[in-house]
């Protein structure tokens, strides 16, 4: 059940990642216009392997603020880090995330989404919507940022349970132990252990 909230939780994120190119959308209608798109990728049986991996990292690279996700994911020790170990956390972050998921969203299997409320206050935003497979129903909020005249992704909150937050409590321990870079160290062992887990090694 856990892998399974864990697909729902990415292959809902997707939905945010190639926003069409009109201007001053709210955060809801960029959701909603998506959606179909990310599914068609998903969907498409003539795409696979290394392309289709490719594509969807393009799509999330496209579309997630990587900087404030890392911000709020190290909290207190964002501040106390050097530039280049700020750099170094959003460069294996942002690698980590997408290593961590890919192989997982190429398991799609016809879920749904329904859209909820939108709250946005200035540059911040919440869109609530529902993921639907079979009988089982989640709740996903998506937290965003408006830059110019588009919508990122900082963070997901899964039946209440925040992606940074989780993230945060496991590597501030890490980061008070070990210091950075202890935690450097982890996060590239656990890339390396995804990626070869995927095939992405091996060129499949």
């Known amino acids: 059940m856990r892998c399974f909230k864990i697909l729902i939780l990415i292959s809902c994120w997707l939905s945010l990642c190639v926003l069409p190119a009109y201007s001053a959308a709210s955060p809801k209608a960029q959701v909603q216009a998506t959606v179909d798109q990310v599914i068609d990728v998903l969907r498409d049986k003539q795409l696979q392997g290394k392309p289709r991996r490719q594509t969807l990292s393009s799509m999330i690279r496209a579309r997630f603020d990587f900087n404030i996700m890392s911000q709020r994911t190290l909290g207190k020790y964002w501040r106390t880090a050097t530039e280049a170990e700020q750099e170094r956390f959003v460069s294996l972050f942002s690698e980590l995330l997408e290593a961590s998921y890919i192989g997982r969203i190429e398991d799609y299997s016809d879920e749904t989404v329904s859209y909820g409320e939108e709250k946005i206050e200035e540059n911040r935003a919440d869109v609530a919507t529902t993921v639907h497979s079979g009988n ?53 062992e656990k890339i390396a252990e995804l990626r070869q887990s995927s095939g992405e090694t091996t060129g499949q």
């Open 136 to 188: 089982t129903h989640i709740p996903i909020d998506y937290r965003l940022v408006l830059k110019g005249d588009d919508w990122f992704v900082y963070d997901v909150v899964i039946e209440e349970v925040s992606l940074i937050r989780n993230y945060r409590s496991t590597y501030g321990e890490i980061v008070r132990k070990e210091n950075f870079s202890g935690l450097f160290k982890r996060m590239e």
